[in-house]
Structure formats: structure tokens, C-alpha cells
């Protein structure tokens, strides 16, 4: 069987672009292929720790892994849950890999670039994270690995590293797939991304200090629905679909379709012509307060004890997966 291999980092709440933009898409394609491969969901709470060291990690980790399943991820035979720290074979293999991996490679990391730019100096796992992603797929023969396209940089490393190891030492690593083919695998041709609410310009980001570019999935619906009443628009006074011209007034479009799970065409065609901007903001106000209120209704279901018992089973067999794919990568190298 081959391997689907995803994650999320747990450093804070999900904004609704996170959700809607990652998390479903992920949930949607891990129960379409749960019958036929093996599906490994990890929360990288290593990688949550290059900016921060948060007292809240723990905590979040678990409302990380309860978000999965309150969007619906369907748990079988086939689905692992576990947390990136409590597999060693990560670190361990990470070190091995950053033997083969050259500083030319990691020092082009567009990420490294941007977290690195300005400042006098930063942490070394800042440089070094991709190596340690390249780990998390590689333990696991990970074929496809549905992330966003500010990671495909660091999943043609990690092709690069399994072809550069297999060379040297033979068929140790399954190569992940080609970025064309992890975009084609995950749908995201015609993917939709949600926009910050008063600059639609960026994308909605949970980082962004203004409260009302955002809506998080902890937001009261009736805040939710405040902060799209005061989305910024334009000036044009009709209402169409075009992200360069009316980027605001397309991203309340987008929110429809993507929240009430309608083509956005058929969104388009209900709106198109329409002057009022108002009532366009009271329908997506009204629909994302009602799949805040379902969402967090089911949030609340999911236990603790859910969650660690999922973590207990799971744990268990990517230490058992990762931990034999190690041990070929230690006898390479005539550790063992």
C-alpha cells in the first residue's frame, strides 16, 4: 500500500483559511483514499518549537488532533495519529540526513529566506527544519504529501536526499512524488484560498496582529459574523468575480461557496450583477456563523480520551515503521 503522509503545525487556533484551505482538503482526501493506503497524520510539534517554545504546546497538540477529527477524518485500520516527538527515529534520522544535504541546498530554502530575513541572527532549527521534514516523509515511504505550496520546495528536497542516499547506498527510500503529481493528487489546480478579511490583497493568516483580518475557529459566530460585516470591499458597486479588480468582494464569494459547500460558479452566477454589497456580507455572515456553530458543536464531542487513545495506537506503530526504516539508514552508514 502506498503512503499518504500530512500534518499541521499546533503553535495556535486555526484561522477559517486554514481550515477551509488545508485542514478539509486534507480530511476530504484522507477518507477518499483510507480503503487503499496507509494514511499518516502527525502533528510536527519539533517543528512547532523554531519559533517559539509555547507552555501551551501539549494543550494544542491535542486541540490540533481534535480539529481533525471534528472536520470529519474518518479513523480505520489504515489511519495513524501520532505527535512528531514521540517517534526519536525523526531526530535521529534528521541527523543522518543533514550528512547528506549541503548547506547550498538548506541556505536556499525560500522559508529559511524569509523567517531568517532582517535578522542579526536565528535558531539553527530555523535553517535545519527541512531536513527534519525530509525525515518525517522519508521514515514512512511517504509517496504523496498533501501540504500547501509554500512546502513544495522542501518536498523536492526531500526527493533530492532519497535520490542522492539511494544512489550512494542503494533502494533504502521510496522518493515522494513529483510536485506536478502532488498537485494533481490533492486537487489543487483550481484550489480556493481565503483572504484576510481587510486587506483581501494577503491571504488570512493567523499571524496577522489585526483581529478583524481574521476569523479563528475558537471566534463566537456572532464575532465571526461582525468581522465579515466589515470586510473591506471596493468601490466598483456591482458585485463579480475578480480577484485583481474586486479581490474583497470575490473572497466573500469564495467563503460562500467554500462554507456552504457550493460550486463557486454556481455562487458567481446567484450573485453576479448584484449592487448590494450589504446583503452579499449578511448571507456569508450567516453561513459562516452556522458552520462555526456545527464545527465547534462537534469540537466539544471529542474528548481528551479520544484523542489519547487514537495518540496510544498510533504511536505505537509509527514507532515500530519509523524505527525499522532507521535502522536501514544507520546500517548505511556502518552504525549498525
Same mark, same amino acid.
Given at each position: 500500500?502506498?503512503?499518504?503522509?500530512?500534518?499541521? +503545525?499546533? $503553535?495556535?487556533?486555526? &484561522? #477559517?483559511?486554514?481550515? @477551509?484551505? =488545508?485542514? %478539509?482538503?486534507?480530511?476530504?482526501?484522507?477518507?477518499?483514499?483510507?480503503?487503499?493506503?496507509?494514511?499518516?497524520?502527525?502533528?510536527?510539534?519539533?517543528?512547532?518549537?523554531?519559533?517559539?517554545?509555547?507552555?501551551?504546546? +501539549?494543550? $494544542?497538540?491535542?486541540? &490540533? #488532533?481534535?480539529?481533525? @477529527?471534528? =472536520?470529519? %477524518?474518518?479513523?480505520?485500520?489504515?489511519?495513524?495519529?501520532?505527535?512528531?516527538?514521540?517517534?526519536?527515529?525523526?531526530?535521529?534520522?534528521?541527523?543522518?540526513?543533514?550528512?547528506?544535504?549541503?548547506?547550498?541546498?538548506?541556505?536556499?530554502?525560500?522559508?529559511?529566506?524569509?523567517?531568517?530575513?532582517?535578522?542579526?541572527?536565528?535558531?539553527?532549527?530555523?535553517?535545519?527544519?527541512?531536513?527534519?521534514?525530509?525525515?518525517?516523509?522519508?521514515?514512512?515511504?511517504?509517496?504523496?504529501?498533501?501540504?500547501?505550496?509554500?512546502?513544495?520546495?522542501?518536498?523536492?528536497?526531500?526527493?533530492?536526499?532519497?535520490?542522492?542516499?539511494?544512489?550512494?547506498?542503494?533502494?533504502?527510500?521510496?522518493?515522494?512524488?513529483?510536485?506536478?503529481?502532488?498537485?494533481?493528487?490533492?486537487?489543487?489546480?483550481?484550489?480556493?484560498?481565503?483572504?484576510?478579511?481587510?486587506?483581501?490583497?494577503?491571504?488570512?493568516?493567523?499571524?496577522?496582529?489585526?483581529?478583524?483580518?481574521?476569523?479563528?475557529?475558537?471566534?463566537?459566530?456572532?464575532?465571526?459574523?461582525?468581522?465579515?460585516?466589515?470586510?473591506?470591499?471596493?468601490?466598483?458597486?456591482?458585485?463579480?468575480?475578480?480577484?485583481?479588480?474586486?479581490?474583497?468582494?470575490?473572497?466573500?464569494?469564495?467563503?460562500?461557496?467554500?462554507?456552504?459547500?457550493?460550486?463557486?460558479?454556481?455562487?458567481?452566477?446567484?450573485?453576479?450583477?448584484?449592487?448590494?454589497?450589504?446583503?452579499?456580507?449578511?448571507?456569508?455572515?450567516?453561513?459562516?456563523?452556522?458552520?462555526?456553530?456545527?464545527?465547534?458543536?462537534?469540537?466539544?464531542?471529542?474528548?481528551?480520551?479520544?484523542?489519547?487513545?487514537?495518540?496510544?495506537?498510533?504511536?505505537?506503530?509509527?514507532?515500530?515503521?519509523?524505527?525499522?526504516?532507521?535502522?536501514?539508514?544507520?546500517?548505511?552508514?556502518?552504525?549498525?
Amino acid at each position: 500500500m502506498r503512503t499518504i503522509l500530512t500534518g499541521i +503545525r499546533s $503553535n495556535s487556533v486555526l &484561522t #477559517l483559511g486554514n481550515y @477551509l484551505g =488545508a485542514l %478539509l482538503p486534507m480530511v476530504r482526501l484522507a477518507n477518499q483514499h483510507s480503503a487503499d493506503s496507509r494514511v499518516n497524520i502527525f502533528v510536527p510539534d519539533l517543528h512547532s518549537i523554531i519559533s517559539e517554545v509555547d507552555g501551551n504546546l +501539549r494543550d $494544542n497538540t491535542l486541540r &490540533t #488532533l481534535k480539529y481533525w @477529527l471534528a =472536520a470529519g %477524518l474518518e479513523v480505520n485500520e489504515n489511519v495513524h495519529i501520532y505527535r512528531q516527538s514521540y517517534v526519536p527515529a525523526h531526530s535521529e534520522l534528521c541527523w543522518i540526513l543533514n550528512c547528506v544535504a549541503t548547506m547550498g541546498e538548506t541556505s536556499r530554502m525560500i522559508q529559511y529566506k524569509e523567517k531568517s530575513k532582517g535578522q542579526e541572527s536565528c535558531n539553527v532549527g530555523i535553517f535545519d527544519y527541512p531536513i527534519l521534514m525530509a525525515a518525517d516523509i522519508l521514515l514512512y515511504d511517504a509517496e504523496f504529501i498533501p501540504l500547501g505550496e509554500d512546502q513544495f520546495q522542501h518536498i523536492e528536497l526531500a526527493r533530492d536526499l532519497a535520490m542522492r542516499f539511494n544512489k550512494r547506498f542503494g533502494e533504502i527510500f521510496v522518493v515522494p512524488a513529483k510536485t506536478a503529481d502532488q498537485v494533481k493528487f490533492m486537487g489543487m489546480e483550481n484550489a480556493l484560498r481565503i483572504r484576510d478579511l481587510t486587506n483581501p490583497e494577503k491571504k488570512m493568516s493567523k499571524s496577522t496582529a489585526a483581529e478583524n483580518s481574521k476569523i479563528m475557529l475558537d471566534d463566537e459566530p456572532a464575532q465571526a459574523a461582525k468581522k465579515i460585516m466589515g470586510a473591506t470591499t471596493d468601490s466598483e458597486g456591482v458585485i463579480r468575480f475578480d480577484m485583481v479588480k474586486q479581490p474583497g468582494v470575490s473572497n466573500l464569494l469564495t467563503i460562500e461557496a467554500m462554507v456552504t459547500n457550493t460550486p463557486l460558479q454556481d455562487v458567481i452566477s446567484t450573485w453576479a450583477g448584484e449592487t448590494r454589497y450589504g446583503e452579499l456580507k449578511k448571507k456569508v455572515a450567516s453561513s459562516v456563523s452556522q458552520m462555526l456553530e456545527l464545527f465547534q458543536a462537534r469540537l466539544n464531542e471529542v474528548t481528551d480520551e479520544q484523542v489519547l487513545a487514537l495518540l496510544d495506537e498510533g504511536e505505537r506503530y509509527a514507532n515500530e515503521v519509523a524505527n525499522k526504516k532507521l535502522f536501514e539508514a544507520q546500517k548505511a552508514f556502518n552504525l549498525r
